[in-house]
């Protein structure tokens, strides 16, 4: 197994924390999206130009999304659906530059997939009550209790492994590539991937950005209203 690297280390209450490339990536991301987000939100017009035009169309697709799925009784989830479909296509997107996409790490996915497994859990205590929501684990029969824990507690593992397992796939079929082109030409290994790069670095990558956003509304819906 390779072993994972630091980029740099950071000083914090005299711990040394090393930086992995995924961390440096995501907040490479971060970074670059908010300064989009603060550019194409400056100034809106009445009468939207390009720019603003481009950003109306992201939140058109974001709302439909979640309307769709949802209902009109969740478009309180729009900002947190919208991060996700942001941010995880960002994420998936990085190999298309030549940067191995930080879900390949199963430390990212996992922490994606509990910040989900939380407000899914808040959001049903939230909207039927304590009481109600613990209910909800012996029911229609107390002796399926286990079943029903078990099939709450696989949510936030369901959803990590599925995007990390698909990512990393992608990654080692993509090394696998390279490395049987490594005998022939630079003008080959140049070429002859592209391809592949379409399918698992744009493809795959929206993909499983789309099942990622589908499970989190569904799940969100069907646990607050069971």
Request: proline share 4%; aromatic share 14%.
């Amino acid at each position: 197994m390779e072993k994972i690297v630091p980029l740099f280390h950071i000083k914090f209450f005299g711990y040394s924390i090393g930086i992995v490339e995924s961390i440096f990536a995501q907040w490479c991301i971060i970074a670059l999206v908010a300064i989009l987000c603060i550019c194409f939100t400056r100034n809106l017009k009445t009468i939207p130009n390009k720019k603003q035009n481009i950003m109306e169309m992201i939140m058109d697709l974001i709302n439909n999304l979640v309307r769709d799925n949802m209902g009109e009784q969740y478009m309180q989830f729009v900002p947190y659906i919208g991060t996700i479909v942001i941010f995880l296509s960002a994420l998936n997107l990085t190999g298309l530059i030549g940067v191995t996409p930080p879900t390949v790490d199963y430390s990212v996915t996992l922490a994606l997939a509990l910040i989900t497994f939380f407000i899914v859990q808040w959001y049903a205590i939230k909207t039927i009550g304590l009481g109600h929501y613990f209910k909800g684990f012996v029911e229609p029969y107390a002796f399926i209790l286990p079943i029903n824990l078990i099939e709450r507690i696989m949510l936030p593992v369901s959803l990590s492994f599925r995007l990390f397992g698909n990512m990393t796939a992608g990654v080692i079929i993509l090394d696998l590539a390279y490395s049987s082109l490594g005998s022939l030409s630079g003008f080959a290994q140049l070429i002859l991937p592209i391809p592949i790069h379409f399918y698992f670095d744009l493809f795959d990558g929206l993909i499983q950005m789309v099942i990622f956003a589908m499970l989190t509304m569904v799940n969100i819906k069907v646990i607050a209203e069971h």
